[in-house]
């Protein structure tokens, strides 16, 4: 069972370069979500989407921009990479069933800007 | 707005000590509660749930009982292993909500 799958797993980019971070579930889930995890803060929610088509800004959405055309994938995009992006980070994805349904979380994507 | 406080670590223990892990949260309504719990170099995994007042989740050897009364959610176990050392994650999702809430992460460290 794949569930969750990020790609890449690690990546190195320069200042001003742009990149798309990867997800898609095969678990024909609504509902998937972006996090950030930067070191002993938790993780924040960056965007998330109910289903295809639909797409919603997070706590954090600044510099970051998402798409939902199939309800596999989910891809964040970064236009502009700063420093301030260097984190960790989660795709999850989530069932219908209301709020009591856990979300399953992909192995991250480590990002570091240079 | 909603908002889950854990207590901070590092924790260290020894092999077969006792763990608490304190959690406590602010939400409106009746909130889900989870623990998540993330091993070195891996995205997070559920352990355990609870949905309603005094509701009991458990796996693993782990426990956490929901308690309204205290807005707390604290996480046990009655017998760690060092295969136990992870980081982990308080959330809540509030009732009608489609987010979770996470703490900040106690990291455990357990050693022989």
């Known amino acids: 069972n794949a569930g969750v799958t990020q790609t890449p797993k690690f990546r190195i980019l320069k200042i001003g370069q742009s990149m798309t971070l990867q997800c898609t579930q095969d678990?024909?889930?609504?509902?998937m979500y972006w996090y950030r995890q930067d070191p002993g803060m938790g993780l924040k929610l960056i965007y998330y989407?109910?289903?295809?088509?639909?797409?919603d800004k997070g706590e954090v959405p600044n510099g970051y921009n998402v798409s939902r055309s199939t309800t596999e994938d989910f891809p964040l995009r970064l236009e502009l990479a700063a420093p301030s992006q260097t984190s960790v980070y989660f795709c999850?994805?989530?069932?219908?069933?209301?709020?009591?349904?856990?979300?399953?979380f992909g192995d991250g994507t480590r990002l570091s800007i240079l | 707005g909603d908002s889950v406080t854990q207590m901070e670590g590092p924790v260290t223990l020894s092999e077969e000590a006792f763990l608490t892990i304190n959690c406590t949260y602010t939400a409106t309504g009746y909130p889900s509660l989870f623990w998540y719990v993330q091993y070195p170099g891996e995205g997070l995994q559920l352990l355990l749930k609870?949905?309603?007042?005094?509701d009991k989740g458990s796996n693993k050897g782990f426990e956490a009982t929901y308690r309204k009364e205290t807005t707390s959610f604290h996480l046990e176990k009655g017998s760690v292993q060092v295969s136990d050392s992870a980081v982990y994650f308080c959330?809540?999702?509030?009732?009608?909500?489609?987010?979770?809430?996470f703490g900040t992460g106690t990291q455990l460290k357990v050693e022989l």
């Open positions: 999850a994805a989530r069932g219908e069933g209301g709020n009591n349904q856990p979300q399953h």
């Open positions: 609870a949905t309603k007042a005094d």
């Open positions: 959330a809540l999702s509030a009732f009608g909500g489609d987010k979770l809430t």
């Open positions: 989407s109910v289903g295809a088509g639909i797409t």
């Open positions: 678990m024909n889930h609504n509902y």
